[in-house]
């Protein structure tokens, strides 16, 4: 089954950066859209940022300043550096993908995507 995996989550403090990383297990992302979505306890799941096929990004509001995607072509991967965490940044992040050219107006709806990670959670400790 097509899948993608998320890596890098943990326990941070405020302050902390950190990277995630999202791969598939078998296919590769050349003309994938792929976006970060997180969720927070007891919150909905909300888009982070989208690295297009057309290679444009897009980035939610409070995203815009701390948080970079990139996508790494040659080792089939898109990261994602999260900087000055802070306690609201704690929560699942998902990685989701499919094979289109996302646009500013879908890009961070989730019924968009047909290919989906299981998460990676982002702990804040004090």
């Known amino acids: 089954q097509v899948q993608l995996v998320e890596s890098g989550g943990g326990w941070v403090r405020p302050g902390d950066s950190l990277l995630l990383s999202c791969a598939p297990t078998a296919f590769n992302l050349d003309g994938y859209s792929v976006t970060w979505f997180r969720q927070a306890p007891g919150k909905k799941r909300e888009a982070v940022a989208c690295?297009?096929?057309?290679?444009?990004?897009y980035y939610s509001n409070f995203a815009q300043d701390r948080f970079v995607i990139t996508r790494d072509k040659a080792r089939n991967v898109v990261n994602r550096k999260l900087r000055q965490l802070t306690p609201d940044d704690a929560g699942v992040y998902y990685c989701?993908?499919?094979?289109?050219?996302?646009?500013?107006?879908?890009?961070?709806?989730?019924?968009?995507?047909?290919?989906w990670g299981q998460g990676t959670q982002v702990t804040q400790t004090q």
């Open positions: 989701a993908a499919r094979k289109w050219v996302a646009t500013y107006t879908t890009w961070s709806q989730e019924a968009e995507y047909d290919t």
């Open positions: 690295t297009s096929a057309s290679e444009i990004v």
